[in-house]
């Protein structure tokens, strides 16, 4: 049968590359180091350009079961709760081919590994890959004691890679801090204020923060995201807060009285550091590739992250679609038709993110900017985003 195309990482990203690579014929193994494929942490956004895909892969049904799909987004001043714009998100389908989708991020990686293995892709758990030898024949990642032979290695394992570690791209590539925090929590919705219940997704914009929230499982709970700069971090640090000591750590308390009470009613916020890593100019080298946020981490403020890794996916399953090509042809090719786009995704989302946490005058330009444009237009500015 020949060796088989190695996946590094069952994560959103990986377990998309995994279905793309079978779909074009490849025998795919996906190695995970955990002792079990699941995902953590909470909510997911997932766009039309993303959705298209996993539409494309046959998995609608799938992805109808577990996601919701918001009326609406919502961007709110957070000071007084006053709604900025409002983007209709129901028309995205017939506009982009697919809906604005929101998931727990566990039903899409349980989806996206059911769809895997019904293709045929092994995985393996407890799995952890320290490295690789390669030459003109055959790329060997070592598993502990154990050296597997591959046709093509593709580390799809996240920020802390491995794999991109040991390509060296980059003379100083370790990851960086990106000096913002996130804290996140799930909550049944009806600890939630009764305003904030509906199917809709609402971003509260604040002077060095801002927070996400959106229901999930047919609207029976809700993940939220409080994601702040670290100076605007003024309490101890700690792994996880209670609702009412996040609002007195960061000051929120002078935030809407409905924001507050969402807040508060958190029993658990977890805190993410977020990192960053430098863009890189290529992806990988011989029969190696990155993919994902081993490749493109980025930060969360256009919600595109897992979005990114599947369009990856689609293009390296595209790249293989041709039964001849060589495989170092085909991952130069995969490279060559996503790193542009990916970077210039990274480049707007930290952009975003200054504009997100904006205060005083320039929050004040911002806030009467987006009123002007509307929701409609805040859409059309993103449409490259989509499409």
């Not at 279905?19 to 490849?26: D, H, P, Q, S, T």
């Not at 939220?224 to 605007?232: H, N, P, S």
């Not at 029969?287 to 599947?310: E, K, N, S």
């Not at 205060?359 to 805040?378: H, K, N, Q, Y």
């Amino acid at each position: 049968m020949g060796a088989p195309f190695i996946v590094v990482g069952a994560g959103i990203g990986g377990l998309a590359a995994a279905i793309a690579l079978a779909r074009a014929g490849k025998r795919t193994l996906v190695l995970e180091q955990a002792e079990r494929i699941e995902e953590v942490g909470a909510g997911l956004q997932i766009s039309p350009n993303a959705g298209r895909i996993l539409q494309g892969f046959g998995m609608r049904p799938a992805l109808d079961a577990v996601a919701l799909e918001p009326r609406a987004l919502n961007i709110r001043r957070a000071a007084d709760g006053a709604v900025l714009a409002r983007l209709p998100l129901a028309e995205a389908r017939d506009r982009w081919g697919a809906p604005f989708r929101v998931f727990h991020r566990a039903d899409l990686q349980k989806a996206l590994l059911d769809e895997a293995q019904r293709l045929g892709v092994e995985t393996r758990i407890a799995a952890r890959c320290a490295g690789f030898t390669q030459d003109a024949d055959c790329v060997r990642p070592a598993i502990g004691e154990t050296t597997l032979e591959a046709a093509a290695l593709i580390g799809a394992d996240g920020l802390r890679s491995t794999i991109r570690d040991a390509l060296g791209l980059l003379a100083d590539d370790a990851p960086r801090s990106a000096r913002l925090t996130a804290w996140r929590t799930l909550m049944p919705i009806d600890s939630a204020p009764a305003a904030l219940r509906e199917r809709e997704t609402h971003i509260w914009l604040g002077p060095g923060g801002h927070v996400v929230h959106y229901p999930l499982r047919d609207a029976s709970i809700v993940s939220a995201v409080a994601i702040i700069e670290d100076r605007a971090d003024r309490g101890p640090i700690a792994e996880t807060r209670s609702g009412e000591e996040l609002v007195q750590a960061m000051g929120f308390s002078r935030w809407s009285r409905d924001l507050r009470a969402l807040l508060e009613a958190g029993d658990a916020w977890r805190r993410w550091p977020l990192y960053a890593r430098p863009e890189l100019k290529r992806w990988g080298h011989g029969r190696v590739a990155l993919l994902g946020d081993a490749a493109h981490p980025m930060v969360p403020f256009l919600a595109q992250g897992a979005a990114q890794a599947i369009e990856d996916a689609a293009a390296l399953g595209h790249a293989f679609t041709d039964a001849r090509a060589e495989v170092e042809t085909a991952l130069a090719a995969y490279q060559s038709a996503r790193i542009a786009r990916a970077t210039r995704v990274q480049r707007a989302s930290r952009e975003q993110g200054a504009n997100c946490h904006f205060s005083g005058p320039m929050a004040l330009v911002r806030d009467a900017a987006v009123r002007i444009m509307g929701g409609e237009g805040v859409l059309s500015r993103n449409a490259w985003i989509y499409r």
